[in-house]
């Protein structure tokens, strides 16, 4: 059974940087059959993708959020990640991983982790 | 950019239908996805392409999709049935695009 663990802090200053992890249990990100991606969840709010990686690196991202985010893979250590830069309260949000079989579905998520932008 | 609309919320009884619409230009030509939310959960896929029921969930829910709209149909609506529900789709600037959710009470 794959699973999907979100990891990072839980707190980020405005104009900072966000930072998490995704580690993947049950399968590997090396499979070149999946994207694996993020999608964020205001309070109270809808469902907004972020963007994916593949296993080659690869990346494809919201053209709202491109210019501050940048998300990596890291195939020795069955992760991904997400950075997004210059922060603010605007990106509070839960903030799940997720692994889309390509452009087939969004198969398998993490519990989500919240991540408060505050001073 | 390419939208999809759902209402904010439906109300349905116990044991009856309800149905969740989902619009968008076209989107009959699309596949469609959608979502069930609990509260304080992570999304879980209910319908996928349109009208097929992943393993596990309940043949009470079915799924449509023609023109610009996409239909989630619960028969027999159980108590447990109520949550937010998204719709789900591929775009291609924006990859993956969802509907607003709508939240569907159980009265």
């Known amino acids: 059974q794959v699973q999907l663990q979100e990891s990072g802090p839980g707190l980020v200053k405005p104009s900072e940087t966000l930072s998490l992890n995704c580690t993947v249990s049950?399968?590997?990100?090396?499979?070149?059959?999946?994207?694996w991606t993020w999608i964020r969840q205001p309070p109270g709010k809808g469902l907004e993708w972020i963007g994916y990686v593949d296993y080659i690196g690869f990346t494809k991202y919201n053209p709202s959020l491109k210019s501050r985010t940048t998300i990596s893979i890291d195939t020795s250590k069955n992760q991904f990640s997400l950075k997004l830069t210059s922060v603010t309260a605007a990106d509070t949000a839960v903030y799940y991983c997720?692994?889309?079989?390509?452009?087939?579905?969004?198969?398998?998520w993490g519990q989500g982790t919240l991540v408060t932008v505050s001073s | 950019s390419y939208d999809l609309t759902q209402p904010p919320s439906v109300s349905v009884s116990p044991g009856q239908t309800a149905s969740i619409t989902c619009s968008g230009d076209?989107?009959?030509?699309?596949?469609v996805y959608w979502y069930q939310q609990r509260p304080g959960q992570s999304p879980v896929l209910v319908m996928s392409q349109d009208n097929r029921r992943p393993s596990g969930i309940p043949e009470r829910f079915s799924g449509a999709n023609s023109g610009n709209t996409a239909t989630l149909t619960i028969s027999g609506t159980q108590a447990m049935d109520e949550a937010d529900y998204y719709c789900?789709?591929?775009?291609?600037?924006?990859?993956?695009?969802f509907g607003g959710g709508t939240k569907l009470s159980v009265l």
């Open positions: 049950g399968g590997s990100v090396s499979s070149g059959s999946y994207y």
């Open positions: 076209k989107l009959g030509d699309k596949f």
């Open positions: 789900q789709a591929w775009g291609s600037n924006t990859h993956v695009i």
């Open positions: 997720v692994r889309e079989r390509k452009a087939a579905v969004l198969d398998y």
